[in-house]
């Protein structure tokens, strides 16, 4: 089928279809070859110069609670490159986005997180709340969370290469959704809320993983393999309303995956087809399944990403997405649960630049 540039179809109004291409070099698992993934950036490079002065944002319960450690090191490294820094701690969920929002910068100055994807989601969408203009502010990335997935992607190694990344001044753009959506999960909802993703927004099944793997912290990594075996066990009836660039469908549902990223979690494979800079955001939806159809899926994913290849998973290509449901349910943004449905996403194509 035809498509236009901002993956609508010529032929209709439906949005356009995401086809993968199996890896015939790899081995089969599961009955399919692994797909190809998409390369991440489809744009430039953009040479920068080393900023002259570093505001360290810092979640020290990331990971396990290892944020401060980290940040210890960051800054010893980017204080010998002769970079002045300074440090600001969170002190609750949400407190990084109150600090981001107070920030006043020079354009030869930058923001390093250091955290996971929940911590870069809370300093963007602060920094966006009181920026009129992200074009010359750089954002850094220190990982210390428990999935890095946004790391991944950007195959950061360590602290050593994401503060060498930082000194070295170079960096990419990098597309990010406004999320308009209620605080709070069903059952303790509020008023409406704005946030930045930069790497997914998830409902459905996956949300049910998280709520419950966010009860099992202690267990590292591994909650996320956990809570998803739960939530398939459960395998709770979803009915939403989902809208992409218009074009409507409404049925039942196991997941929602939209990512910007291709991975996700505990840097599964969730979109090998995503790139960050391309001005649309990728969304898998996964059909209403058996128990028996979602293990199988779960089991694919975990095979290098091949889920994409399952009869009942497809996936599409988006700049304005809304989700509606009869009755409130959760949405986790990067990695936290933060609010419910209804839900409206606009991509920002190349809204924030990112040292690379």
Same mark, same amino acid.
Not at 132 to 147: E, H, K, M, V
Not at 198 to 210: C, E, F, I, K, R
């Given at each position: 089928?035809?498509?236009?540039?901002?993956?609508?179809?010529?032929?209709?109004?439906?949005?356009?279809?995401?086809?993968? !291409?199996?890896?015939?070099?790899?081995?089969?698992?599961?009955?399919? !070859?692994?797909?190809?993934?998409?390369?991440?950036? /489809?744009?430039m490079?953009?040479?920068?110069?080393?900023?002259?002065?570093?505001?360290?944002?810092?979640?020290?319960?990331?990971?396990?609670?290892?944020?401060?450690?980290?940040?210890?090191?960051?800054?010893?490294?980017?204080?010998?490159?002769?970079?002045?820094?300074?440090?600001?701690?969170?002190?609750?969920?949400?407190?990084?986005?109150?600090?981001?929002?107070?920030?006043?910068?020079?354009?030869?100055?930058?923001?390093?997180?250091?955290?996971?994807?929940?911590?870069?989601?809370?300093?963007? /969408?602060?920094?966006?709340?009181?920026?009129?203009?992200?074009?010359?502010? +750089?954002?850094?990335? @220190?990982?210390?969370? $428990?999935?890095?997935?946004?790391?991944?992607?950007?195959?950061?190694?360590?602290?050593?290469?994401?503060?060498?990344?930082?000194?070295?001044?170079?960096?990419?753009?990098?597309?990010?959704?406004?999320?308009?959506?209620?605080?709070?999960?069903?059952?303790? /909802?509020?008023?409406?809320?704005?946030?930045y993703? !930069?790497?997914?927004? $998830?409902?459905?099944?996956?949300?049910?993983?998280?709520?419950?793997?966010?009860?099992?912290?202690?267990?590292?990594?591994i909650?996320?393999?956990?809570? @998803?075996?739960?939530?398939?066990?459960?395998?709770?009836?979803? !009915?939403?309303?989902?809208?992409?660039?218009?074009h409507k469908?409404?049925?039942?549902?196991?997941?929602?995956l939209?990512?910007?990223?291709? $991975?996700?979690?505990?840097?599964?494979p969730?979109?090998?087809?995503?790139?960050?800079?391309?001005?649309?955001?990728?969304?898998?939806?996964?059909?209403?399944?058996? +128990?028996?159809?979602?293990?199988?899926?779960?089991?694919?994913?975990k095979?290098?990403? +091949?889920?994409?290849?399952?009869?009942?998973?497809?996936?599409?290509?988006?700049?304005?997405?809304?989700?509606?449901t009869?009755?409130?349910?959760?949405?986790?943004?990067?990695?936290?649960?933060?609010?419910?449905?209804?839900?409206?996403?606009?991509?920002?194509?190349?809204?924030?630049? @990112?040292?690379?």
């Amino acid at each position: 089928m035809a498509s236009t540039d901002d993956g609508t179809s010529k032929d209709s109004k439906s949005p356009l279809e995401i086809s993968f !291409h199996p890896d015939k070099d790899s081995k089969k698992r599961k009955g399919v !070859h692994r797909p190809m993934p998409t390369k991440v950036f /489809t744009k430039m490079v953009i040479e920068g110069n080393k900023p002259s002065k570093v505001i360290l944002l810092i979640n020290p319960y990331s990971g396990k609670k290892k944020g401060l450690k980290v940040a210890e090191e960051a800054k010893q490294l980017l204080e010998k490159s002769e970079i002045i820094v300074e440090m600001h701690v969170s002190q609750y969920s949400g407190h990084l986005i109150e600090i981001a929002t107070s920030l006043e910068l020079k354009s030869e100055e930058a923001i390093a997180v250091v955290g996971g994807d929940g911590s870069l989601s809370e300093a963007i /969408t602060g920094w966006m709340k009181q920026s009129n203009d992200n074009s010359n502010i +750089r954002f850094g990335l @220190i990982p210390a969370g $428990t999935g890095n997935s946004q790391a991944n992607d950007l195959a950061i190694k360590s602290t050593e290469d994401a503060v060498a990344r930082i000194i070295n001044g170079n960096s990419q753009s990098i597309d990010i959704a406004k999320v308009e959506l209620t605080e709070g999960l069903p059952g303790n /909802t509020k008023g409406e809320i704005t946030r930045y993703s !930069h790497n997914l927004v $998830t409902w459905g099944l996956g949300v049910d993983s998280t709520i419950k793997a966010e009860k099992m912290r202690w267990m590292g990594s591994i909650r996320y393999d956990v809570g @998803i075996l739960m939530a398939i066990m459960a395998n709770n009836r979803r !009915h939403a309303s989902l809208y992409l660039d218009g074009h409507k469908m409404e049925d039942d549902y196991t997941l929602f995956l939209v990512q910007n990223s291709q $991975t996700g979690g505990a840097q599964l494979p969730l979109a090998p087809g995503a790139c960050l800079d391309d001005g649309l955001m990728d969304i898998g939806i996964l059909k209403k399944m058996t +128990r028996r159809d979602i293990l199988k899926a779960f089991g694919m994913l975990k095979k290098e990403g +091949r889920h994409v290849f399952h009869p009942r998973v497809v996936y599409h290509r988006f700049k304005q997405l809304k989700i509606e449901t009869s009755e409130p349910t959760a949405i986790n943004i990067d990695g936290e649960n933060v609010g419910s449905t209804p839900i409206n996403m606009q991509v920002l194509p190349s809204e924030l630049k @990112i040292f690379h």
